[in-house]
């Protein structure tokens, strides 16, 4: 079991261009949720699916930020225009199922530096 | 919606101390709580689970109390040695009867380092 894998591990792009973040879940875990860890905020939830299926976006900021999952073994959050107050680190993170209690299994994260 | 409080964000102790940080959350329905653990440049670990109906839970090393009438959660580490030096995170999950889905709430997190 390789864990949840996330590519890259580090990006830097230009003000104004955009970054595409990769996920693998864990094989067989059903709900896949992203989450952004800054300084300031800390880390905050942005968006999940279950089964391939959004669900809840609703930490997703309206504006330049999608997610997508078209299908059960990678997700990606795709960001347009990007701007310095987006460099953070983005972690993915999959469970088996989507109740409250259920362990979510985080990536290492993608340190994204917008210049 | 839910909100949680961490303290304290830095803390440092010497080896063989213990080491207490303290989560307090605000909704009343939460139910599900975590604590990760988070070492330079690596995932977030899960330390530990505990449900509302729990108290206490022992782990390698640490202790995990709940205070369900204070709202507080906290987490004791016994004889802190330097491998436990990371940031440490706590996380609340509210029960939503109509949902299957229950978004995780994080702490601020502390920076634990401990001192040889």
């Known amino acids: 079991n390789a864990g949840v894998i996330q590519t890259p591990r580090h990006k830097v792009t230009g003000k104004g261009q955009e970054a595409t973040l990769w996920c693998e879940p864990i094989?067989?875990?059903?709900?896949v949720f992203w989450y952004r860890q800054t300084i300031v905020q800390g880390l905050e939830f942005l968006t999940y699916f279950r089964n391939q299926a959004p669900i809840d976006d609703s930490g997703m900021p309206k504006e330049r930020f999608s997610a997508q999952m078209p299908n059960q073994s990678h997700s990606t959050l795709k960001i347009q225009s990007t701007q310095p107050q987006d460099s953070a680190v983005y972690l993915c993170a999959s469970s088996l199922g989507d109740w409250g209690g259920a362990e979510q299994f985080f990536g290492p994260g993608t340190r994204l530096t917008v210049l | 919606g839910e909100q949680v409080e961490q303290r304290p964000p830095h803390l440092s102790v010497r080896e063989g101390d213990s080491a207490v940080i303290t989560c307090t959350y605000t909704d009343p329905n939460s139910y599900y709580f975590f604590w990760y653990k988070q070492e330079p440049g690596a995932s977030l670990q899960l330390l530990m689970k505990v449900f509302s109906s729990t108290e206490i839970n022992e782990g390698q090393g640490f202790t995990v109390l709940l205070n369900k009438k204070d709202k507080r959660l906290s987490l004791n580490l016994t004889a802190a040695h330097p491998g436990d030096s990371a940031a440490y995170f706590c996380?609340?999950?509210?029960?939503?009867?109509?949902?299957?889905?229950?978004?995780?709430?994080f702490g601020q997190g502390t920076s634990l380092s401990v001192v040889p």
């Open positions: 996380a609340v999950s509210p029960l939503i009867a109509s949902s299957s889905f229950s978004k995780l709430v």
């Open positions: 094989s067989g875990h059903s709900a």
